[in-house]
């Protein structure tokens, strides 16, 4: 396990459990779920999603003329990449910064690997997600899947706030199409995009959370009781069967979020 500080602020990595982050501590308050939450199941924490994040619609897709198959994990659906299942190893590493890398294993049809960088800082963690291919042009997609705590304290749940109008259909599968419709209200297990805004998290009388990235779309998961999950995406789920980024030897994809926090005193 990986242990990053600053200030007050506590990151816990651990490589062998797909680099996912163990723990994002903030003085006293726990911001995301921890092991100990879900100790017989994966709902806690933060993982990094690649080389497709969300849902792949019945684990296939063709590219180049060539059909594919995924191992379905989620129904009859391959979900989240690969990553997540897999030991990463630790590139550098010093108090406050880790580089790890995992390659995407033998489900994945193509040679490629991915890489993270996790910086802390005393009020934000900084996360670089990026997708490199080997041979040649590559589909992709990636993003991270944080579980934040439902509740912090005793101020009551958090609010999310989000300052878009507009959210892709799901549709019957729980995928979403590339049909744009005005939101409704949650709960939600949605992909929202065009936000004006970065979202933000607030718990009453206990902290804030501002999730800035470079992605274009957020996928929001506020059905557990426990959690909300807001994830920021390089593209809506099904990317690699409508519109996938390209990697390529020369040009990985790459994705950023800041998660930049205040504590309410």
Not at 249 to 263: G, H, I, Y
């Amino acid at each position: 396990m990986l242990t990053l500080t600053a200030g007050g602020a506590r990151v816990e990595i651990d490589p062998d459990r797909g680099g996912r982050l163990l723990g994002l501590a903030v003085g006293d308050l726990d911001l995301l779920l921890t092991p100990a939450d879900d100790p017989a199941g994966l709902h806690w924490g933060s993982f990094p999603m690649a080389p497709w994040a969300g849902r792949t619609r019945k684990g296939r897709f063709t590219f180049d003329g060539v059909e594919h198959t995924l191992p379905a994990n989620s129904g009859e659906h391959a979900i989240h990449g690969t990553v997540r299942d897999r030991s990463w190893v630790v590139e550098e590493a010093d108090t406050v910064r880790a580089r790890l890398s995992c390659s995407f294993g033998p489900t994945w049809p193509f040679d490629g690997w991915a890489e993270q960088e996790i910086t802390v800082h005393d009020d934000r963690l900084e996360q670089r997600l990026s997708v490199h291919s080997v041979d040649g042009p590559m589909p992709a997609s990636c993003g991270w899947h944080p579980w934040f705590r439902r509740q912090l304290r005793t101020g009551g749940p958090a609010r999310l706030r989000l300052e878009t109008t507009t959210m892709y259909r799901r549709d019957e599968d729980f995928i979403a199409t590339r049909e744009l419709i005005t939101p409704p209200p949650g709960p939600w297990d949605d992909c929202f995009t065009g936000l004006t805004k970065p979202a933000r998290l607030v718990w009453p009388k206990a902290a804030s959370l501002t999730i800035e990235t470079s992605c274009p779309d957020l996928v929001v998961y506020t059905v557990p009781e426990a959690a909300i999950c807001v994830e920021p995406q390089t593209a809506p789920p099904d990317a690699l069967n409508v519109d996938p980024f390209l990697a390529k030897p020369d040009e990985p994809l790459v994705a950023t979020t800041t998660w930049r926090w205040k504590v309410t005193v």
